[in-house]
């Protein structure tokens, strides 16, 4: 109202600040694994006034905490961080850098999820190595449609931070229209209408597909390498000998088993096995988990 009241002409503005003692706040949590091994979940919090810019990454974030809690099974530890940006994610490098370096497998900064396109576009790793890069290149094949783009520290957000040179931690960055754009942003213009609640949980539901699959995404080195092991005193061969759906689905678990056990050299990784087979990583679950199970594969 006071601005609609001003008369045209030339305005000088006053800002008054000062330096004083303070903090900076930095949230964790940590959703335990059976590996000490991390993912990391973050978004950031320093654009009070905005939706989709500001909002939409933290109740993302929220979501795949409430999800991935429920989950029966966690492969991998799941760090989740909140913070401002830029400034908050240097604070957490300087709390946990060294730890992040030996423990973090991948990571994903996650912003501006509720408003358009309608598929997620992933910024990808400065080194473009890590599982996850790998992964989300590997469900491109296999009806996952979002996109990946390569790492630029030109533009961006928080990832830039955790892949700068002394670090080259392997973190992603997540979003709907933070990478191409959209005419509201960073103007209050961008409101509630720019971030739908239904496209949230969209992002959320696409999300928690990509980390089930990148459950799945591992290194494992097989236990008895000297020569295939007795499947069949292991409940792992197939028992039914005349042709049937339950059969074919015998067999094919049975490919996936032995290509496991052979490839497991402690080199390739379940998406490299995957991609040999043809299928996807995420088909492979099944043969993974009873192997693990018979303890004739461990995670490296």
């Known amino acids: 109202d006071t601005r609609e009241q001003l008369q045209p002409g030339t305005y000088r503005t006053v800002i008054k600040s000062k330096f004083i003692d303070g903090n900076l706040e930095i949230a964790q949590t940590v959703l335990d694994g059976e590996s000490k091994k991390e993912i990391l979940l973050s978004s950031y919090l320093c654009h009070p006034s905005m939706a989709n810019n500001e909002l939409s990454g933290p109740l993302v974030l929220l979501g795949l905490y409430h999800r991935i809690k429920t989950w029966t099974r966690r492969r991998y530890t799941y760090r989740f961080a909140m ?9 957490l490098l300087y709390l946990k850098g060294d730890h992040l370096k030996e423990n973090l497998v991948s990571g994903l900064v996650i912003n501006c999820m509720g408003g358009k396109p309608n598929e997620l576009v992933f910024k990808h790793s400065r080194n473009d190595d890590s599982l996850l890069d790998k992964l989300l290149y590997h469900l491109n094949n296999h009806g996952y449609n979002h996109e990946n783009i390569k790492f630029s520290p030109l533009s961006g957000s928080d990832e830039r931070q955790y892949n700068s040179p002394g670090f080259q931690l392997p973190v992603c960055c997540v979003s709907r229209c933070f990478h191409v754009g959209y005419d509201e942003y960073h103007t209050s213009l961008d409101d509630k209408e720019n971030m739908g609640i239904k496209t949230l949980l969209d992002s959320i539901d696409k999300l928690e597909k990509v980390l089930i699959a990148l459950e799945q995404t591992a290194t494992f080195e097989n236990k008895f390498p000297y020569g295939e092991p007795n499947l069949g005193k292991r409940g792992l061969y197939p028992t039914l000998s005349f042709y049937s759906k339950e059969r074919v689905n015998q067999l094919e678990e049975l490919n996936h088993i032995k290509m496991l056990l052979n ?20 088909d492979m679950e099944t043969a993974i988990h009873k192997l693990e199970n018979q303890s004739l594969i461990k995670m490296l």
């Open 83 to 91: 913070h401002p940006e830029t400034i908050g994610s240097l604070g």
């Open 263 to 282: 490839y497991s050299d402690g080199k390739c990784d379940t998406v490299d096995i995957a991609n040999l087979l043809k299928c996807s990583v995420v």
